[in-house]
């Protein structure tokens, strides 16, 4: 089992910035890929970026250029630091946790950004 716990979130303004974090416990010795997903009202679920314990990036082409992934693997934590934040980045943003045999989400932390 593995335990994740998102912070981050919150109300900010267009243009302005919010820095997420996903922090895994319980069984992470088996993690290799770790990303954010968002889901806006109505939407589908989409990836936003992810990060290979390697340090390999993907990115949504709607964020690449303003939002940078990263991860600390000695404390088994991805962040996800959004700037220029837009209206349509709007969404519950979710934090996954990918490896061997293994697939957790998390709760899913609120970002608004009012225009």
């Known amino acids: 089992q593995v335990q994740l716990v998102e912070s981050g979130g919150g109300l900010v303004q267009a243009g302005g910035s919010l820095r997420l974090s996903c922090a895994a416990s319980g069984s992470i010795f088996s993690i290799n890929t770790m990303g954010w997903y968002r889901q806006a009202p109505g939407k589908q679920r989409e990836l936003v970026a992810d990060i290979t314990r390697g340090g390999r990036t993907d990115y949504a082409d709607s964020v690449k250029g303003r939002f940078t992934i990263s991860r600390d693997n000695a404390k088994n934590t991805v962040y996800l630091q959004m700037n220029s934040l837009k209206p349509e980045d709007t969404a519950v943003y979710y934090c996954?946790?990918?490896?061997?045999?293994?697939?957790?989400w998390g709760k899913g932390t609120l970002v608004t950004v009012s225009s």
């Open positions: 996954r946790v990918l490896g061997v045999l293994m697939d957790y």
